[in-house]
């Protein structure tokens, strides 16, 4: 068993397989900028969708793109409430109706 162990070798350091003929995709550079005046440059393929915004390497802000181009305007949604949604499910004459039935049969109870 010893003679078949790798000695000298650092088998997790480095890839015996050749990059001889390996093309790489194409790729293009993107340069942001940070409210705190830090600069760095990001490499994205060259069909990949662009970011406005990039967290900053050094310090964590938003960073912008250094193009200029401006950040999405996110849509908000507001904040469903039980109402709406009962109303995504139901018609006001159909809750008119089904208040009718149940108030008829709180006034058989009692």
Same mark, same amino acid.
Not at 67 to 72: E, K, L, R
Not at 81 to 97: Q, V
């Given at each position: 068993? %010893?003679?078949?162990?790798?000695?000298?070798?650092?088998?997790?350091?480095?890839?015996?397989? +050749?990059?001889?003929?390996?093309?790489?995709? %194409?790729?293009? &550079?993107?340069?942001?900028?940070?409210?705190?005046?830090?600069?760095? $440059?990001?490499?994205?393929?060259?069909? %990949?969708?662009?970011? $406005? /915004?990039? /967290?900053?390497?050094?310090?964590?802000?938003?960073?912008?793109?250094? +193009?200029?181009?401006?950040?999405?305007?996110?849509?908000?949604?507001?904040?469903? $409430?039980?109402? +709406?949604?009962?109303? /995504?499910?139901?018609?006001?004459?159909?809750?008119? /109706?089904?208040?009718?039935?149940?108030?008829? &049969?709180?006034?058989?109870? &009692?």
């Amino acid at each position: 068993m %010893a003679d078949k162990s790798l000695k000298g070798h650092g088998l997790g350091s480095r890839s015996l397989a +050749d990059g001889a003929g390996v093309e790489l995709a %194409a790729r293009r &550079q993107l340069s942001f900028d940070c409210p705190k005046g830090h600069h760095f $440059t990001l490499t994205f393929a060259e069909e %990949a969708e662009l970011p $406005t /915004e990039w /967290e900053c390497p050094r310090c964590g802000k938003t960073a912008l793109r250094a +193009d200029g181009v401006p950040p999405a305007v996110k849509e908000e949604k507001h904040q469903r $409430t039980h109402w +709406d949604m009962l109303r /995504e499910r139901r018609s006001i004459p159909e809750l008119e /109706e089904i208040l009718a039935e149940r108030l008829e &049969q709180l006034r058989k109870e &009692q």
